[in-house]
């Protein structure tokens, strides 16, 4: 009876050994999953949801998440405009959960620029936020790193005003 009493314990701190090892595994493989995660991924899970937004100058925008795309946020604000936020420009955001997206479906990585073309083939306005400040206007020209835009403010002094891509935090569709 005693050996058998030793092996039952044996057999019983074995399997405490082995059920410690996969929690450790386990959790070593959602840490290392976590640290594979992109934001866009935990974005695209709350698509549809409110969202806020601050942007690298403080601004902070508030919306319905339209499409959470890897170089961009689309949001619809209260109003109803459309907010294109480059992900470059993203501080941090309210809104997010800790789910990822349930599917798989991989879509088109459109650039900032591509989508600024169709806009200018739309000929309708649009608002820049930059840090140096906000141009009203229509663009009329979209090149790799900039965009030119014809200005609709009365307060500057030449038509056309040239800003670098970089430097927009929001583009919003008027």
Avoid: C
């Amino acid at each position: 009876m005693h050996l058998e009493s030793l092996l039952a314990d044996l057999d019983s701190q074995f399997e405490q050994y082995e059920r410690s090892a996969r929690a450790a595994q386990a959790w070593e493989l959602a840490e290392a999953e976590a640290g594979r995660t992109a934001l866009v991924d935990r974005l695209r899970a709350v698509e549809g949801g409110a969202l806020s937004v601050t942007t690298r100058t403080g601004r902070v925008v508030s919306g319905k998440l339209l499409q959470a795309r890897q170089e961009f946020l689309l949001l619809r604000a209260a109003d109803s405009s459309q907010m294109l936020v480059p992900m470059g420009a993203v501080v941090s955001v309210r809104g997010v959960g800790r789910q990822l997206e349930t599917t798989s479906s991989q879509r088109v990585s459109y650039t900032v620029a591509a989508v600024l073309r169709q806009i200018m083939r739309t000929k309708r306005p649009a608002r820049f936020n930059t840090a140096a400040g906000d141009i009203t206007g229509r663009i009329i020209r979209v090149g790799a790193d900039h965009v030119d835009v014809l200005s609709m403010d009365k307060r500057d002094l030449s038509d056309r005003v040239t800003l670098i891509l970089s430097a927009i935090e929001i583009v919003t569709s008027i």
